[in-house]
């Protein structure tokens, strides 16, 4: 079941601003409010898909593929092409998930070290 007071679905009715970055029809994308590299944005879809399953099971093609043109856009736009990036998404428990509102996060701007921390 897709939370329909989400953050990010809030964010995309307007009832909460953003720090938009890029947006068409089918995306819409800006910084995350707690950044945890020197460029953090975020991507999301312009639809209730509550994790990537839900949204490559439920969205027609034509969205999925806006979607993903919508991330090239973005890091295109941050200027992260030439020194590199990286893209994590998170779904469930195990990854810690906060906002259940499918949505990329694109990390860079700085050497970004090993990928997971052994704790
Ligand atoms: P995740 O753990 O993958 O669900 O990540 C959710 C991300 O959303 C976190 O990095 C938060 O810092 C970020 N976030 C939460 N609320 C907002 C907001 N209002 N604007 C921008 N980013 C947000």
Redo the contacts with the bound molecule.
């Keep these: 079941m897709y939370d329909q007071n989400n ?1 990010f679905a809030r ?1 995309l009715r307007n009832e ?1 601003p ?1 720090q938009k970055i890029a947006e068409d029809e089918w995306f819409l994308s ?5 950044p ?1 590299a020197v460029v953090h944005a ?1 991507v999301i879809p312009k639809g209730p898909y509550k994790n990537i399953h839900d949204f490559i099971s439920n969205a027609e093609a034509e969205r999925v593929v806006c979607f993903w043109k919508g991330v090239d856009t973005t890091i295109t736009l941050l200027s992260l092409k030439e020194n590199g990036y990286r893209l994590i998404e ?1 779904t469930g428990n195990n990854s ?4 259940p509102h499918f ?1 990329v ?1 694109i990390l860079g701007g700085q050497d970004l070290g090993p990928k997971l921390v052994k704790s």
């Design positions: 953050i964010i909460i953003c800006f910084y995350d409010v707690a945890k975020l998170n810690h998930q906060e906002v949505h996060h």
